[in-house]
């Protein structure tokens, strides 16, 4: 499992979940996760300064909603994404746990990874370049191949 791909889902469902009617039972799940990665006792369950930090940030998402502040709830959704990578790096054992509570509140949280990869391979051949093509996030380019030879 690529841990930047699971923080990623995992601060995008937080974030998601924070203005839907599935809210309640999702932040008590994520709190438990937070909870146990953060205490010294994994037992100990919900952490009430998770809690606390889930509502602060739902409030926040759905202030700069209302207000059309489209760059705060981004900033929402990174924070989260450094506060689950901070949690996943101090308890290994979480990504299981993480991956399972994932799958049961995004089931499709696997599909919409992989729709938004995109993979793109160019190969640039002959005698003269203008300029650069450079597509997608994830590409490949290969220059200097020798020309076909011409009659």
Not at 51 to 72: F, I, K, P, Q
Not at 80 to 86: E, V
């Amino acid at each position: 499992m690529d841990v930047a791909a699971l923080v990623t889902a995992g601060a995008t469902t937080i974030v998601g979940l924070m203005a839907s009617e599935a809210w309640t039972y999702a932040s008590g799940r994520f709190a438990r996760l937070l909870g146990r990665t953060d205490a010294a006792d994994p037992a100990e369950g919900t952490d009430p300064a998770a809690e606390a930090e889930l509502r602060a940030s739902r409030a926040e998402l759905l202030v700069a909603r209302a207000d059309g502040d489209e760059a705060a709830a981004v900033r929402v959704e990174e924070a989260w994404r450094d506060r689950l990578r901070a949690a996943l790096e101090r308890d290994p054992a979480a990504v299981r746990e993480l991956t399972e509570l994932l799958d049961e509140v995004n089931p499709d949280w696997r599909a919409d990874r992989a729709a938004t990869v995109q993979n793109t391979t160019t190969n640039i051949s002959g005698g003269t370049f203008n300029s650069q093509v450079f597509t997608g996030n994830d590409y490949t380019v290969t220059f200097n191949q020798q020309p076909e030879t011409r009659p």
